[in-house]
Nanobody, 115 residues
Framework: VQLQASGGGLVQLGGSLRLSCAAS????????MDWYRQAPGKQCELVAR???????SYLDSVRGRFTISRDNAKNTVYLQVNSLKPEDTAVYYC??????????WGQGTLVTVSS
């Protein structure tokens, strides 16, 4: 299993980005896929999740600003991040957990929001 995250960058307050997580070795359409983030000096936190059936859930602080989605044909999960705030600055990771509880993490993509 490999997860390749991309799409991060430097944006101004209120800006937007689309993060991508291209998966190989698994089918994103039938698995739960997560986006996490880790800000400097803080613990890693779950930002968004998409279930196999398409149900989504979000961290309270990003609900309404972030949207998780997937393209089954491209086997890719996305995180659209809008109305960015300085506190959204973090390394964003995609994660997949298999049936046995083993976790696979992408390499992370850095989002920096300048004020």
């Amino acid at each position: 299993v490999q997860l390749q995250a991309s799409g991060g960058g430097l944006v101004q307050l209120g800006g937007s980005l689309r993060l991508s997580c291209a998966a190989s070795g698994i089918r994103v359409s039938i698995n739960v896929m997560d986006w996490y983030r880790q800000a400097p000096g803080k613990q890693c936190e779950l930002v968004a999740r998409i279930a196999s059936g398409g149900d989504t859930s979000y961290l309270d602080s990003v609900r309404g600003r972030f949207t998780i989605s997937r393209d089954n044909a491209k086997n890719t999960v996305y995180l659209q991040v809008n109305s960015l705030k300085p506190e959204d600055t973090a390394v964003y990771y995609c994660r997949f957990t298999n049936y046995y509880g083993f976790e696979y993490w992408g390499q992370g993509t850095l989002v920096t929001v300048s004020s």
